[in-house]
């Protein structure tokens, strides 16, 4: 009989063999244990971090005039703050759409961003406190940037570029709960709680964990309701930026909305604005049908300027303020572009389906009278909607006789001046300063009172047909 080795006989003794488990085990899970990120506290206390973050309207409410906020109603780490990019690597195909969408570029489109700077710098409301009263428009626009600690006069902390990336992935999906009809913002995200789940080695390993953390629409039905929406499509102009009262009403469109028949009958601004056709879908409602639901982040709204790839590069992307998170790492130009010119046909597909005209000519004595109706046919609110004085419809029309000359021309668009026709019919709400002159460089700071040239158009009361009613009390 052969004698036991050395090791053979290690192994055999059964403590020996316990403590070696034991102790390959604890390496394993140290191991695994620096894969997740410093468990320190992410929690940003103000006086402690950001002695110098700026907060004119008390320590209780950091990020008012926006009606942001977070569960300890505390600012976020900035730190914490994934980007898209980090998202792209696994959800590309949403992250090129998203890209491709006004959403992406909320807080850096050229318009907007001079728009925000004269507000804040060159309006009378801005002369104090200017850039925190900005915290209004950016609640909505650079809602993160808001929530870190970065909108504020004295540089505190670092912009990345995920906190700059407007409306993205985690904006939505780390909401707890939305106001809409508090509207600027109303909504609560929990961007620290997530972080500690983010690492993608833990997301790969437990992926029903951050579903439930991204707020799958399974997990969080909020994500499939328009209240979602409707925190940032509802404006309302807070007394504290100028001290008027009453707040001033400057976007309705989750309101318009909830007073239309699409929501009676369960239609959320998902249903149209995050179909992958949203032109078709529709146009199936108008038909009476029931069409599938379908989910893109294209967001296809009216915006078709800063879509259209028609324009030479530079200056789409200068209008864009710059290109796209992502880009040359997760997918190239090519692919960028013709995913950019999807979503801008996919706008011009929508606002055909938007409006129906129907003209109606009448000769009488040595007189035409030409009557020109204009329905709301396909939006689930008013027609425009948004801000108004921005977001306006005109009427151009045009009569010829028999031999083509032309014999009445209203509301034509002057390429020279920028402007269409002033006698055109417009739907539009003036922004008038203090003097009664409109104002039309959007300094809503100074904005003294509105007017409708004409109100915008009301869906009608017939439509969608085909679909069921909503719960009674539904939307509250
Ligand atoms: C390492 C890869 C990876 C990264 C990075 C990643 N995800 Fe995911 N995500 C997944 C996988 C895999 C699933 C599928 C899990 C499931 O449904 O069980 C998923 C599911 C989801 C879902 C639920 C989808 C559904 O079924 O409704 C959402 C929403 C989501 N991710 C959003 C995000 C966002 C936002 C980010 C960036 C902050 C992100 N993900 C980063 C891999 C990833
Ligand atoms: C404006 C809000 C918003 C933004 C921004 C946003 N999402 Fe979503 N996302 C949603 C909503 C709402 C749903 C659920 C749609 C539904 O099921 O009706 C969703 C669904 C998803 C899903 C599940 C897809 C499916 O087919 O069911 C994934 C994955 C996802 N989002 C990832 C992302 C990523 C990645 C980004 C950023 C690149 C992003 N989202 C940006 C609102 C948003
Ligand atoms: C955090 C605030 C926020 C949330 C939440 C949000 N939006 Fe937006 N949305 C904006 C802002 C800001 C713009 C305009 C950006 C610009 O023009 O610079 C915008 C633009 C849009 C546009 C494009 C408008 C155009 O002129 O073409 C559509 C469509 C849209 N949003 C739909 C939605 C839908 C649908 C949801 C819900 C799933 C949603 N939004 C949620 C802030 C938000
Ligand atoms: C029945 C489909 C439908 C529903 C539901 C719907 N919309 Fe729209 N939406 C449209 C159409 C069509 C347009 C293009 C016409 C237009 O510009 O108003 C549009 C345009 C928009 C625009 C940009 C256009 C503008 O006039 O400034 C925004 C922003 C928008 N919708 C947001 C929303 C929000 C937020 C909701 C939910 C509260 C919503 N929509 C619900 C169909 C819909
Ligand atoms: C409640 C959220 C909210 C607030 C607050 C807000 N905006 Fe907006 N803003 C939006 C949305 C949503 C749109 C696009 C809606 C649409 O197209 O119908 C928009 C569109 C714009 C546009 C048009 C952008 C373009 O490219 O055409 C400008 C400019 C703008 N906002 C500037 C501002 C300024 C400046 C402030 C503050 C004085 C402000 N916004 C406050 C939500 C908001």
């Known amino acids: 009989m052969k004698k036991p080795c050395l090791p053979e006989r290690f192994f055999a003794m059964p403590l020996t063999r316990f403590l070696l488990v034991f102790a390959a085990t604890l390496l394993l899970a140290l191991a695994l244990a620096r894969l997740l990120p410093q468990q320190t506290d992410l929690s940003v206390d103000v006086e402690r971090d950001l002695p110098l973050y700026s907060q004119p309207f008390g320590k209780a409410r950091p990020f008012y005039p926006a009606e942001l906020t977070t569960p300890d109603g505390k600012l976020i780490n900035w730190r914490a703050v994934p980007g898209a990019r980090s998202c792209g690597e696994c959800h590309l195909q949403e992250t090129l759409e998203w890209a491709t969408s006004i959403h ?13 700077r004269e507000n804040n710098s060159a309006s009378q409301a801005g ?6 009263k900005g915290r209004w428009c950016e609640g909505c626009h ?3 940037g808001v929530l870190a600690g970065a909108v504020t006069p004295a540089n505190s902390v670092q912009e990345t570029e995920a906190m700059e990336e407007g409306t993205s992935c985690i904006v939505c999906h780390a909401v707890n709960r939305a106001e809409p009809l508090a509207g600027n913002g109303a909504l609560e995200m929990d961007i620290n709680g997530v972080f500690r789940y983010g690492h993608p080695a833990l997301l790969a390993a437990a992926p029903s964990r951050h579903a439930k953390d991204m707020r799958a629409r399974r997990e969080q039905p909020l994500m499939g309701d328009s209240a979602l929406c409707g925190a940032c499509h509802t404006e309302i102009r807070p007394t504290a930026v100028n001290g008027a009262t009453p707040p001033m009403n400057l976007q309705d469109t989750y309101d318009e909305w909830r007073h239309s028949p699409y929501a009676k009958a369960g239609v959320q601004c998902q249903d149209c604005h995050m179909s992958r056709e949203p032109a078709a879908f529709v146009a199936a409602l108008k038909r009476g049908e029931t069409p599938k639901k379908t989910v893109s982040h294209r967001f296809v709204g009216n915006n078709y300027l800063l879509t259209e790839t028609a324009l030479p ?6 209008l864009r303020g710059g290109s796209p998170p992502g880009l040359n790492r997760l997918y190239d130009r090519k692919t960028f572009m013709a995913e950019l010119e999807k979503t801008h046909q996919s706008i011009l597909a929508l606002l055909k389906e938007a409006a129906e005209v129907e003209v109606t000519a009448k000769a009488l004595h040595q007189e035409l009278r030409v009557q020109v109706a204009v329905t709301n046919a396909g939006a689930g609110h008013a027609l425009p909607t948004g801000p108004l004085d921005q ?9 010829k006789d028999r031999f083509g000359a032309t014999i009445f021309h209203q509301g034509a668009f002057d390429a020279v001046k ?3 026709d002033p006698s055109a019919v417009r739907w539009m709400k003036e922004v008038r300063d203090i003097h ?3 104002e039309r460089r959007h300094i809503l700071f100074d904005a003294h009172t509105l007017h409708y040239t004409r109100k915008p158009i009301a ?3 017939n439509r969608p047909r085909g679909l069921p009613r909503a719960p009674a009390g539904y939307p509250p």
């Not at 992406?104 to 907007?112: M, P, R, T």
């Open 418 to 420: 920028g402007e269409e």
């Open 459 to 461: 869906p009608p009361p």
């Open 142 to 144: 650079n809602p993160l």
């Open 313 to 318: 590069s530079s200056l789409l992307f200068a």
């Open 436 to 438: 009664g002159a409109p």
């Open 391 to 399: 977001r306006y419809l005109w009427l151009e029309v045009e009569v």
């Open 104 to 116: 992406a570029i909320s807080d850096l489109d050229l318009v907007y961003d001079s728009t925000v």
């Open 127 to 132: 002369k104090a406190h200017g850039l925190e």
